[in-house]
């Protein structure tokens, strides 16, 4: 009888694939180990997931859970308690983003065994082969664990070309669930994994030093025909951290969407400085190969902010790079960082100005504005802490921070306020793709509030989101 490996995703309120586990999952054994996926965020609630879990543990060799940090954590460590009182005998191993930066907190505060840092795949497999053995713990590049109670760091492991790892495989998840949450038939897709930039809000350079590596062209058409050709999807979201970092695969991958007459539409993820020099020549083949949006890391209005943070990038890109976009009509979402500790107000309001050029541009372009986060592991994470200002200690702490509505202690109350509501107002005026009657007034209300400026008494803020956040489940604007 296989025995069982329980991978968990913690609540969160998106319906991304897991793609963290059909990743691992591509070099496991599948004759050997039998695989359970069991994600929360596409169950009837957290208890129910949980009580899929308890069902597997009698048989499992292990329980993973990936996790990021923030209010996923606590999931996170409910079914971790939960596994640990039901079947002390089965190691929990988390993995992901926190226990990449903080394996040592992790583990020392009672809720994992194991933490696997860094690039996955190849650790997490020898471990289930240690975890079987009971020996070989020592050996394993990238694992973290604790020992007569000291705690061991083993050696970073080498970085590895993601082309050595076999296709994903999409039937280990009910993926037409996945389908009807998101309302379309969309897979999501890692064609690459690292970023070679070193901006100073991304834990990326921390985790995978700066190390970048992508499928190649030929391989990135065959793994995406085949997904798509099967399961009948529409349309592919790549979702790397830099999805354009190799311009030459992607127009390979271009030209082998149009001479293979596939239909699908795609999205992916890219930099201003990318965009921004592109020529129309390929713009246009970009566009001929159905992609219908780049998601562009943006960042800030001003120069002086995006010299500090270290995005190595010119605010006319951003510009620039809407202006060719909208040329070639392939839809954008350009993302920004506001409420720095050192940033001033005057330089959050160059960033709201930068917005109203794109939306002037074209309306239909969207944005986020998000507040920075000290997230651990990066460069201004470590400034902040240095400068005194403080930081979450604890896992309860970090599981606090709620990374869509955060904004740092340091920001002025009335400048938060102020972002929010432009932020709201702009995106009611100018992407509400809703039919309803009802909203058409609002919306026309909220262009002549952009417009002046006015974003006082925002008695349609309050109401919209108290039907996103408390009727319809969704997240608050």
């Known amino acids: 009888m296989r025995k069982t490996i329980i991978l968990y995703n913690p609540v969160a309120p998106y319906y991304t694939l897991p793609l963290q586990y059909l990743a691992l999952s591509s070099v496991i054994d599948k004759t050997k180990y039998e695989i359970k996926i069991v994600d929360a965020r596409i169950e009837k609630s957290a208890a129910h997931a949980h009580d899929k879990v308890k069902e597997l543990l009698p048989n499992a060799v292990c329980l993973g859970v990936s996790i990021i940090t923030g209010t996923p954590i606590k999931d ?44 996955g795949e190849l650790t997490f497999l020898e471990l289930l082969d240690a975890l079987l053995s009971n020996s070989g713990f020592d050996k394993i590049f990238g694992l973290a664990y604790l020992k007569n109670n000291k705690f061991h760091e083993n050696a970073e492991r080498k970085f590895v070309d993601i082309n050595r790892f076999p296709p994903y495989d999409y039937d ?47 391989r990135m058409l065959v793994d995406v025909f085949d997904a798509v050709r099967k399961y009948h999807v529409d349309d592919v979201l790549f979702q790397d951290e830099n999805f354009f970092a190799n311009k030459n695969r992607v127009i390979e991958f271009c030209t082998g969407i149009q001479e293979n007459g596939m239909k699908f539409t795609w999205a992916a993820t890219s930099r201003a400085d990318q965009v921004a020099p592109l020529d129309d020549d390929l713009l246009k083949d970009m566009a001929r190969s159905n992609l219908r949006k780049v998601i562009i890391g943006a960042e800030s209005g001003s120069q002086e902010m995006l010299d500090f943070m270290k995005k190595d990038t010119l605010v006319e890109e951003a510009i620039i790079s809407a202006e060719k976009l909208n040329r070639h009509r392939i839809g954008a979402v350009f993302g920004f960082i ?3 500790p050192e940033e001033s107000f005057e330089d959050t309001l160059r960033t709201i100005e930068t917005i109203k050029e794109i939306k002037h541009i074209n309306p239909r372009f969207e944005f986020n504005i998000f507040f920075f986060t000290p997230y651990p592991g990066t460069d201004l994470f470590n400034y902040i802490v240095e400068k005194g200002y403080r930081v979450p200690q604890t896992l309860s702490e970090w599981s606090d921070i709620d990374f869509i509505m955060y904004a740092g202690y340091w920001v002025k109350e009335h400048e938060r306020r102020y972002v929010e509501r432009f932020k709201f107002y702009t995106k009611l005026a100018t992407e509400q793709n809703s039919t309803r009657t009802w909203i058409r007034p609002l919306r026309s209300l909220a262009a002549a509030r952009t417009k002046h400026d006015f974003y006082y008494l925002p008695v349609e803020k309050e109401i919209i989101n108290f039907v996103r956040h408390k009727v319809l489940n969704q997240v608050n604007w």
């Open 338 to 340: 506001v409420g720095f």
């Open 172 to 218: 280990l998840i009910p993926i037409e669930t996945y389908f009807n949450l998101k309302g379309i038939r969309q897979i999501d897709f890692y064609s690459s994994q690292g970023c070679p930039y070193r901006c100073g809000f991304c834990a990326d350079p921390y985790i995978y030093s700066r190390r970048w590596s992508g499928l190649k062209g030929s």
């Open 76 to 119: 996170a460590v409910i079914v971790s308690r939960m596994a640990k009182q039901l079947a002390p005998n089965v190691p929990v191993v988390w993995g992901g983003w926190h226990p990449s930066i903080f394996p040592e907190q992790c583990i020392r505060e009672g809720f994992a065994d194991y933490c696997v840092f860094g690039q």
